[in-house]
């Protein structure tokens, strides 16, 4: 089976910077796009972050500059750094991957099980 699993959340004050990290494992074909997902309390899930099997990047506006995802190929990871952290970026920030299984015909969506984000003095 597929799984996708999160790490690098936590506390951190405003300025400051956190590595999130998501490893894809299992019986896997091929990845494709990969992203990062936040969801703010009282809000709803958005876009944060993607990158393609290629490493073409797109960002949410309000985070260019701020945080930069990469991803390793070789181990099936996807990253984003994040910089000059706001409180509003306080959220669960979730992982998402476009999974080919190699018992699969076809893609599918995995998601991680989400890292809490807290940008708080």
């Known amino acids: 089976q597929v799984q996708v699993v999160e790490s690098g959340g936590g506390l951190v004050q405003p300025g400051g910077s956190l590595s999130l990290s998501c490893a894809a494992s299992?019986?896997?074909?091929?990845?494709?796009?990969m992203g990062w997902y936040r969801q703010a309390p009282g809000k709803q899930r958005e876009l944060v972050a993607t990158?393609?099997?290629?490493?073409?990047?797109n960002y949410k506006d309000s985070v260019k500059g701020r945080f930069t995802i990469s991803r390793d190929n070789a181990k099936n990871t996807v990253y984003l750094q994040m910089n000059s952290l706001k409180p509003e970026d306080t959220a669960v920030y979730y992982c998402n991957a476009a999974v080919r299984a190699s018992t699969r015909p076809a893609y599918a969506a995995y998601w991680g099980q989400g890292t809490q984000v807290t940008v708080s003095s």
């Open positions: 990158i393609t099997s290629g490493s073409m990047t």
């Open positions: 299992g019986s896997i074909f091929s990845i494709g796009i």
